[in-house]
């Protein structure tokens, strides 16, 4: 199982917003709406921020917002602030009853 | 509240194997099956496999079959990952997390690092 391609990393500045792509396959993503985002600053462990696909967990900030078309999920970060600098991986279950991670996404806020 | 507490670090020879524990507190045990991710140093989340920690039946990455087993313990709540053969490559540290039953990971441990050096 291949790990999903997100970019390397974005950038955008205070208050602006900012979209981090998650491509998967027909096996993965295109086939199940269980994709999930995980916010992780460094040395510290990874944080839930959006589940199947589109839901945020409780305490999440209503400015991280999840989508899905075909085979990619999107995040989008809105009213972009300096603590959402962190890294971003994407995650899915596949048809492997198997979790593929993304590569993750390093965000500058500028 | 939900807990997740691993323990520890490790340090080992190549060749070695490692078994790292992770507690769990605060809901019940067997109602939420548990996942386990490593990440390398400077690199990224990599899916291990996961434990029904009601049935005990486990799943896992393709790139480290016949290596890892995952097993659990009810009368303790806590669920083991044992690793060997272990390669320079197998350093980083090692997180168990929660699968929430929406298929997704709401609480993680700490981490624990595992230092596979000769």
């Known amino acids: 199982q291949s790990a999903l391609t997100q970019p390397a990393s974005v950038s955008g500045s205070p208050g602006q917003s900012i979209t981090i792509s998650c491509i998967g396959t027909?096996?993965?993503?295109?086939?199940?709406?269980?994709v999930t985002w995980y916010q992780q600053y460094p040395g510290k462990a990874p944080k839930l921020i959006i589940f199947?696909?589109?839901h945020r967990p409780s305490g999440v900030s209503n400015r991280f917002s999840g989508s899905k078309s075909g085979n990619t999920a999107s995040l989008t970060i809105s009213g972009l602030q300096a603590e959402d600098e962190a890294d971003y991986y994407c995650t899915s279950y596949t048809n492997s009853d198997t979790w593929v991670f993304g590569g993750g996404t390093k965000l500058t806020v500028l | 509240q939900v807990q997740v507490v691993q323990f520890g670090a490790e340090v080992t020879n190549p060749g070695a194997s490692v078994k790292i524990s992770c507690k769990a507190s605060g809901y019940t045990f067997t109602s939420h099956k548990m996942h386990w991710v490593r990440q390398a140093p400077g690199q990224g989340l990599e899916w291990m496999g996961i434990?029904?920690?009601?049935?005990?039946?486990?799943y896992y990455a393709q790139s480290l079959q016949g290596r890892v087993a995952l097993t659990r313990d009810t009368s303790t709540t806590t669920v083991y990952m044992d690793l060997s053969s272990l390669r320079s490559e197998d350093t980083a540290v090692y997180y168990c997390?929660?699968?929430?039953?929406?298929?997704?990971?709401?609480?993680w441990g700490q981490g624990t690092l595992v230092s596979v050096s000769s």
């Open positions: 199947d696909v589109t």
């Open positions: 027909s096996s993965d993503i295109g086939i199940y709406n269980y």
């Open positions: 434990i029904d920690t009601s049935s005990g039946s486990t």
């Open positions: 997390a929660r699968d929430s039953r929406n298929w997704a990971l709401d609480y």
